[in-house]
């Protein structure tokens, strides 16, 4: 099966209002000069106070702005409630978004977030009608150790529980190596390969093999423009989350065109 490619942008907490609107401008600009058919699916995740304001640029025009999908960095599991400082999947889709990050690294660091929670979740966006990214990665001391495979398919099996397999096919997942992230390392393209390949015969065994081919598996650790054809050229690798190099359009835009080169390719 031929797999779209993916660029999703993860601002994480970065960009105002302006700032964030003056980006997705520039990418706008960028692809409407190109069709929907040619592009990669392009996400992007702002901050929750700027999806407004992204989807205003989104909405000015026609041309562009139906090429982006606006994604949340973050959502709750449950649709309303006591939850201060939360936001549901409902409230994201009626912002205009389409999809939503989850068990992103610095979500499981910082804000202790379980598997068991990042499951909840992503049956929150399926139900929701949007589409879950779904994390996943190991430490330095993981790699180390000679656990990646174990710990991800732990990850993978755990986010993927009681999900139907129509479910499955249609969702993305991102293996980020906790350890490339912001550090300016870059796993090596055939490692990054290897451990994809290995995610999807996980999704192979626990949705079954049309899931596992339809499915879209990102690499997400410090992605430049000068590393992203390497990364797309291996044939698991079907896209990218990418942090700081999507804080800038015409990085971004370099990102875009040169997948659009590889996929061509491929």
């Not at 706008?28 to 407004?52: G, H, M, R």
């Not at 009681?162 to 249609?170: C, P």
């Not at 949705?207 to 650790?221: Q, S």
Request: hydrophobic letters at 40%; proline letters at 2%.
């Amino acid at each position: 099966m031929s797999r779209k490619p993916i660029i999703a942008g993860n601002w994480k907490m970065n960009l105002l209002q302006s700032e964030a609107k003056e980006v997705f401008e520039g990418v706008k600009n960028f692809v409407k000069d190109y069709t929907a058919q040619e592009l990669p699916t392009i996400v992007i995740a702002p901050v929750f106070t700027s999806i407004a304001a992204v989807e205003s640029v989104k909405c000015d025009c026609g041309c562009g702005g139906k090429k982006i999908a606006i994604a949340g960095q973050n959502c709750h599991w449950e649709k309303s409630g006591a939850y201060t400082g939360e936001i549901s999947v409902e409230m994201l889709a009626d912002a205009g978004c389409d999809y939503v990050i989850i068990g992103h690294s610095e979500r499981r660091q910082y804000f202790g977030e379980t598997d068991e929670m990042i499951n909840k979740k992503a049956k929150a966006i399926l139900a929701g009608g949007l589409i879950p990214i779904i994390c996943c990665g190991e430490t330095l001391e993981q790699r180390e150790a000679g656990v990646t495979d174990s710990w991800i398919a732990g990850q993978i099996k755990a986010a993927l529980e009681g999900i139907s397999k129509e479910d499955v096919a249609k969702s993305v997942i991102a293996y980020e190596p906790i350890w490339a992230i912001g550090t300016g390392k870059t796993c090596d393209s055939d490692e990054a390969n290897r451990v994809i390949a290995m995610i999807r015969g996980v999704v192979k065994e626990v949705a079954g093999a049309e899931a596992a081919d339809a499915i879209r598996i990102l690499y997400g650790g410090s992605v430049k423009p000068s590393t992203i054809e390497e990364q797309m050229s291996k044939s698991d690798i079907d896209g990218a989350l990418i942090g700081g190099a999507s804080l800038k359009a015409d990085s971004l835009n370099e990102i875009i065109a040169n997948t659009m080169k590889v996929a061509v390719a491929k």
